[in-house]
């Protein structure tokens, strides 16, 4: 047994009491819609160095653990940070230029490259490093250090601003009071992912403490999360928490397949001072571009709820709640699945679409048959998707052979 493995294990009610926790205090890092997308894949998705050492600290149970989670009160830090994600997707080659050119010189359809939805979709594979740095609910920034360029995006108090040097083009939109409440339902830093994935914390799932770590020269307990369903395809979450302040300066996803992690998140360096009022300034540089934009909103069940989404919980989505119209869920826990019928064909095969985009298809895809007749599953290293001929499609982070039996049991 590690040095400070406990045999508990934290259940659905703990799991509550922990966003109850979340309520009463006042929200961290608060952020407006459109600086969440960019923040849920910067600040919350960052690898740490290297643990450097075992520090000797007094023993805690996983209850206690999150309990210390729960009751963190960090509103000022800045730092380094770092982002590595690998879901195991070939490589585009000529694909992206293709979709690159067809998309114009922004990267998107429409809309400027200091967009945040824009600059979301470098994070989503390789290794980005970062500054982050926030004081309060009403002051963050978040810059994605590239080559010979940054990206910023800035929130002081009503403004939020995107502004990409590389361009020079400047995104702005306002932050209402409303946008700061929808945050307090959307994961944003280590924290945050962290509450999200313990709302999976009931009979399938095991919740332990399993000794300790140093992350960014802090002392820090690891908290592992371990799905007990075989289907899923999450090996374990570790969270390694400052065991000072309770926050979480480090998470990892590890795939049930083994090998590299799917996403490794966690802090470089880390100061809990309060940063300079003038790192949150901004005012655009002569020549910019600058695109006005409307504050995004959080995602809204039809009802007009928000909709919070968890790793492996299927009880977060509730049939005709939110997404395809027919949203419906099989089964619970991290097994669980989405289905919805699309109510047209399946998807072409990459002979049929031909050229780069067909060889893309047909090197994500797997043809498979079972009495739901026949289907393609696209497969990347923790989500995998069947969409069948006639046009069903069933979603999850479980394996192939869970999607295809969840199909066949809806025959």
Do not use: C
């Not at 929200?27 to 740490?48: E, F, K, Q, S």
């Not at 009022?277 to 409307?294: H, N």
């Not at 919980?313 to 619970?332: M, W």
């Amino acid at each position: 047994m590690a040095p400070y493995e406990s045999d508990d294990s934290a259940t659905a009610a703990d799991a509550e009491e922990l966003r109850s926790a979340r309520r009463r205090k006042a929200a961290r890092y608060v952020v407006p819609g459109t600086v969440v997308g960019i923040a849920a894949a910067t600040i919350g998705l960052v690898p740490a160095l290297a643990d450097s050492g075992d520090p000797d600290l007094p023993k805690i149970s996983a209850q206690e653990l999150i309990e210390k989670i729960a009751a963190s009160d960090v509103q000022q830090l800045s730092g380094t940070v770092k982002i590595t994600t690998d879901l195991g997707l070939p490589d585009l080659g000529g694909l992206e230029n293709s979709l690159g050119s067809a998309a114009g010189p922004s990267g998107s359809g429409d809309g400027s490259s200091a967009d945040p939805s824009t600059k979301l979709t470098e994070l989503a594979s390789g290794t980005h490093t970062l500054r982050v740095a926030a004081d309060g609910e009403n002051r963050q920034k978040v810059s994605l250090l590239e080559n010979a360029a940054e990206y910023s995006l800035i929130h002081n108090g009503k403004e939020v601003w995107g502004y990409d040097s590389k361009s020079n083009s400047v995104f702005h939109t306002t932050a209402s009071e409303s946008d700061g409440k929808q945050k307090e339902e959307l994961p944003a830093t280590p924290k945050d992912l962290a509450e999200e994935a313990l709302k999976a914390s009931d009979k399938t799932t095991s919740v332990t403490v399993e000794g300790t770590a140093q992350v960014a020269g802090r002392d820090a307990y690891r908290l592992v999360i371990k799905p007990k369903d075989e289907g899923s395809t999450v090996g374990q979450i570790t969270v390694a928490v400052d065991s000072r302040t309770g926050l979480p300066l480090k998470f990892t996803l590890t795939p049930a397949s083994g090998g590299s992690a799917v996403v490794d998140a966690g802090f470089t360096q880390v100061s809990f001072a309060k940063p300079a009022a003038s790192t949150f300034d901004f005012t655009p540089p002569k020549g910019a571009k600058v695109e006005e934009g409307d504050a995004a909103k959080a995602p809204e069940h039809s009802d007009g709820s928000e909709r919070s989404e968890g790793f492996g919980k299927g009880s977060a989505h509730e049939p005709g709640k939110g997404g395809p119209e027919g949203l419906n869920v099989i089964g619970d826990g991290w097994d669980s699945i989405a289905t919805f019928d699309t109510g047209g064909q399946g998807v072409p095969s990459g002979s049929e679409v031909g050229g780069d985009v067909g060889g893309f298809l047909d090197s994500l895809g797997d043809k498979v048959s079972g009495k739901f007749g026949e289907g393609t599953v696209f497969k990347t290293r923790l989500i995998n998707a069947l969409i069948t001929d006639d046009g069903k499609v069933y979603v999850g982070a479980v394996t192939k052979d869970a999607l295809v039996k969840a199909a066949d049991a809806a025959k």
